[in-house]
């Protein structure tokens, strides 16, 4: 029952898109990522997704709209639903997601991680 520092776990890496396991609760994961440019698209068949941005704006493109996400707010993207995350500069964020979850979802490319570094 060791309290997590969000700062000083980002501040371990510099490479982006590429999730590290801070937190386990209830089968979810706590990822700590940064990001900078566009994801892919993609979508997740069973998992829902919580981006919480701690620093930087993240914009959420979907097929019909963009969300900007600014620091101290999140957005839920639902299972299913197609999306690509965007960052036009660095941006911090925190992932909660079922431990289930590929990074890419349906689409495996170099950016696909599927074992995590846990920091």
Avoid: C
């Avoid at 060791?2 to 590290?20: C, G, H, T, W």
């Avoid at 994801?39 to 993240?58: P, S, T």
């Avoid at 964020?93 to 349906?106: D, H, K, Q, V």
Wanted: hydrophobic share 40%; no cysteine.
């Amino acid at each position: 029952m060791d309290k997590v520092n969000i700062a000083e776990k980002l501040s371990q890496f510099n490479d982006y898109y590429n999730p590290r396991i801070v937190g386990e609760l209830n089968g979810q994961y706590v990822k700590a990522v940064k990001l900078k440019g566009e994801f892919v698209w993609h979508h997740h068949d069973n998992e829902d997704e919580l981006f919480l941005v701690i620093k930087g704006k993240l914009k959420m493109e979907f097929r019909d709209k963009i969300v900007e996400v600014m620091p101290g707010e999140f957005i839920i993207v639902p299972k299913g639903v197609e999306h690509k995350p965007v960052a036009e500069d660095e941006v911090h964020i925190l992932l909660f997601e079922p431990a289930s979850t590929l990074n890419t979802g349906n689409v495996e490319n170099e950016r696909t991680r599927k074992v995590l570094e846990k920091i």
